[in-house]
């Protein structure tokens, strides 16, 4: 319905501005799916375009469903394949090179796991 503005010239309502809060944007089965989206392997930045929200956004989603540090942008299975490459005795650089992670990131994650360094002459070939 169109009303009078203090010019006299009619003046068309507007419409409802969607909500910006995610938690009314966001059921609690969307948050589930994403969560399970990231287990399984989807990256922050692909989930927030799937559902449309910011990649901070998902990065919250993630921390309170306790699945992600807070600083890190990497799934279960980079950080299990990471983890994984140490034992193994590949080094933190060669780790970086292999899984495209930079190589601080890499030792954020060993750091947090406390992943314990391979014994001497137990290192992977180059």
Do not use: H
Request: proline share 5%; glycine share 8%; aromatic share 4%.
């Amino acid at each position: 319905m169109a009303e009078a503005g203090s010019d006299g010239a009619a003046t068309a309502e507007l419409p409802a501005r969607p909500t910006r809060r995610l938690r009314y944007r966001l059921s609690e089965t969307d948050r589930e799916a994403i969560v399970a989206g990231f287990l399984a392997g989807e990256s922050k930045l692909a989930l927030s375009r799937k559902w449309q929200v910011s990649a901070y956004s998902i990065r919250l989603i993630l921390i309170e469903a306790g699945v992600a540090q807070a600083g890190l942008n990497l799934s279960e299975r980079q950080v299990e394949e990471i983890c994984r490459l140490y034992r193994a005795g590949v080094s933190v650089l060669e780790i970086s090179r292999r899984t495209g992670v930079p190589d601080s990131t890499a030792r954020m994650v060993l750091v947090e796991r406390k992943v314990e360094a391979p014994k001497p002459g137990r290192r992977a070939p180059r």
